[in-house]
């Protein structure tokens, strides 16, 4: 005679279950390093995008009344705008350039230096291109 009985079918249940749960979570697990390493890249190619097709040149950076400074660009995509920070004293928006064109432009303020980042426009999504920003030391005209 056999004495030996069956696992229940409630366990069996309970057991398929914590196995479904433990798969799937090696699963997202798994799919998640996918995800990031996505962004990562997109991000890296933002930043070559960026090294490859945008070129400007700050020069004359003195302080009158504000701060002024030239901005030249050196490459053939047009730059969108600009980001003036300010250390210390705030943040100020300019127009951006054409291809190869260069401008003259004034931000109030009175501090010792600038960081110019320019600003690109790309399918719609503006993009700061912080990699290639310019440091400026700012001096008396």
């Not at 097709?53 to 009344?65: H, M, P, T, Y």
């Not at 600009?82 to 705030?90: C, M, P, R």
């Amino acid at each position: 005679m056999l004495t030996k009985k069956g696992v229940s079918p409630l366990i069996a249940t309970v057991l398929l279950i914590a196995l479904t749960v433990v798969i799937a979570g090696l699963i997202m697990t798994w799919s998640s390093s996918f995800i990031d390493g996505g962004k990562q890249k997109s991000e890296s190619d933002i930043a070559l995008f960026c090294v490859s097709k945008i070129g400007f040149e700050v020069s004359n950076v003195c302080r009158n009344n504000g701060i002024s400074f030239d901005i030249e660009n050196l490459k053939e995509r047009k730059i969108d705008g600009f980001i003036v920070s300010l250390l210390g004293d705030g943040v100020e928006e300019i127009d951006g350039l054409d291809a190869y064109k260069s401008e003259s432009f004034s931000v109030s303020g009175n501090v010792d230096h600038i960081t110019i980042v320019p600003v690109i426009s790309v399918k719609g999504d503006e993009i700061m291109c912080s990699g290639i920003a310019v440091k400026k030391e700012v001096n008396d005209c």
